[in-house]
């Protein structure tokens, strides 16, 4: 099983940025998606979310309107479109496959991509 992500840079304030993860070794489409970032000194913070049937999607209040997550089941990836970047935004920013299965929990997680916002 692998996650891997790529796209993290440095950019400016107001840049734009997209994060991709591409997954195999597991039922891709079976997997609901997410991003956690992590900031330097904090914990975890979930960002976004998409559903396996990618009907709905759920964002942290901090990136609603600036930030979309989509999924391409079809090449096994999950993308973070990411506007409007501010300092806050910078962390490493990690890709999360989870499923409920038959009375298991199964989840997996990428290595990270680090994401810099700065002048």
């Known amino acids: 099983v692998q996650l891997v992500e790529s796209g993290g840079d440095l950019v ?22 997410s991003w956690v970032r992590q900031a330097p000194g904090k914990g975890p913070e979930w960002v976004s979310s998409i559903n396996n049937g990618k009907i709905s999607t759920y964002y942290t209040d901090s990136v609603k309107g600036r930030f979309t997550i989509s999924k391409d089941d079809a ?3 999950v993308n973070l479109q990411m506007n409007s970047l501010k300092a806050e935004d910078t ?7 989870d499923q409920y ?3 298991s929990y199964l989840d997996y997680w990428g290595q990270g991509t680090q994401v810099t916002v700065s002048p």
């Open 91 to 97: 962390a490493v920013y990690y890709c999360h496959a």
């Open 75 to 77: 090449k096994n990836t």
């Open 12 to 33: 400016q304030p107001g840049g734009s940025l997209r994060l991709s993860c591409a997954a195999s070794g597991f039922t891709f489409g079976s997997y609901d998606m």
């Open 101 to 103: 299965y038959s009375g």
